[in-house]
Nanobody, 129 residues
Framework: QVQLVESGGGLVQAGGSLRLSCVVS????????MSWFRQAPGKEREFVAA????????????YYGNSVKGRFAISRDNGKNTGYLQMSSLRPEDTAVYFC??????????????????WGQGTQVTVSL
């Protein structure tokens, strides 16, 4: 059973930064990729970023949603079983609950929710003016 626990959310002023963490407990299962999605009130869950999990950080593949490219960076530390989302130049429209997801299955559809079998409980990020 894979378990994901997010942390690091909070309140920040526009232009500020936050780093989210997602601790992945997978037992003997091998994670293929980890992602971040977000959901604002009244809106659908939106893809933020994804990263493949095997190999070194240098060889991993990363993907970003258009609205966060150049501002957010996804990374991982396999030794700590933790994925990160570094968020910079935050805007009020980044306000949402952020969820991390994980999949054990190789897929080309890392920007789709249905690619992920496991989800964390979410962490709230609020960006004020």
């Amino acid at each position: 059973q894979v378990q994901l626990v997010e942390s690091g959310g909070g309140l920040v002023q526009a232009g500020g930064s936050l780093r989210l963490s997602c601790v992945v407990s997978s037992g003997t299962a091998s994670i293929y990729a980890m992602s971040w999605f977000r959901q604002a009130p009244g809106k659908e869950r939106e893809f933020v970023a994804a990263i493949t999990w095997s190999g070194s950080m240098i060889t991993s593949e990363t993907y970003y949603g258009n609205s966060v490219k150049g501002r957010f960076a996804i990374s991982r530390d396999n030794g700590k079983n933790t994925g990160y989302l570094q968020m910079s130049s935050l805007r009020p429209e980044d306000t949402a609950v952020y969820f991390c997801g994980a999949t054990l299955t190789s897929t080309a559809w890392l920007e789709r929710q249905y690619a992920y079998d496991y989800w964390g409980q979410g962490t709230q990020v609020t960006v004020s003016l």
